[in-house]
């Protein structure tokens, strides 16, 4: 069983579209992240959910909403997408206390044409 | 927000090579994590740092928690072909799910 699973794997779509990304770890983890990896492979923090609750939002433009129905899941909805949303979006869920210890999914590839 | 110094950028080394490769911030983290990330995939942990001074092995790899709490490196014995990859360090502040990435190095292992 996958511990973290988003759907879908790749996204290809055009400028102006609004898109979603799905997120659901069967870990029992009680903290869930979304990641942004540019074309140069650097990871960036978005989001932090703990237990449904926002904790960190980063300067992620207001394009970029996420929702957490519960602990389990994280999506990502994205408004009016643009050329530099393209990348590869991560979602990692950990245990509040482990120190850094994410669990990463395999990534959400979006193309924006 | 903290910015963390990963280096080299990238490393082309023959299989049987060691690797070297480190972490510095201007910031002090309260823990140290590598990760590796294999093409396609997410990034997988291979050594979390909790204390300062703390040298810790995970097979062929040994990782470092600099005193300073400024630097962390990572070495790898011996490589092998499937180590072939992009390493991340990774630096957290306690009480923080705040967790920085460093740019990543790059390694391709030659048979």
């Known amino acids: 069983d996958t511990a973290v699973s988003q759907t879908p794997k790749y996204l290809v779509t055009q400028m102006g579209n609004d898109k979603s990304i799905k997120c659901e770890q069967n870990?029992?983890?009680?903290?869930m992240y979304w990641y942004k990896q540019d074309s140069k492979k650097f990871l960036k923090i978005m989001f932090s959910y703990n237990n449904k609750e926002l904790i960190i939002n980063e300067t992620v433009p207001n394009r970029f909403s996420p929702k957490s129905p519960d602990k389990a899941h994280l999506n990502l909805h994205i408004n009016s997408l643009e050329l530099g949303d393209s990348a590869v979006y991560f979602c990692a869920s950990q245990y509040q206390d482990s120190r850094g210890e994410l669990f990463f999914g395999e990534g959400s590839r979006l193309t924006v044409l | 927000g903290q910015q963390l110094n990963q280096s080299p950028q990238s490393m082309f080394i023959q299989e049987g090579e060691d690797v070297s490769m480190n972490c510095t911030s201007s910031s002090i983290f309260n823990t140290w994590l590598w990760y590796k990330q294999d093409p396609g995939e997410g990034p997988v942990l291979l050594i979390a740092l909790y204390k300062a001074g703390e040298l810790t092995s995970n097979g062929r790899l040994t990782a470092q928690f600099g005193i300073t709490r400024k630097d962390s490196f990572l070495n790898i014995s011996a490589s092998i072909p499937s180590d072939v990859g992009i390493y991340f360090c990774?630096?957290?502040?306690?009480?923080?799910?705040?967790?920085?990435f460093g740019a990543g190095t790059r390694l391709t292992v030659k048979p």
């Open positions: 990774a630096g957290l502040l306690y009480n923080n799910n705040d967790m920085r």
């Open positions: 870990l029992g983890h009680d903290t």
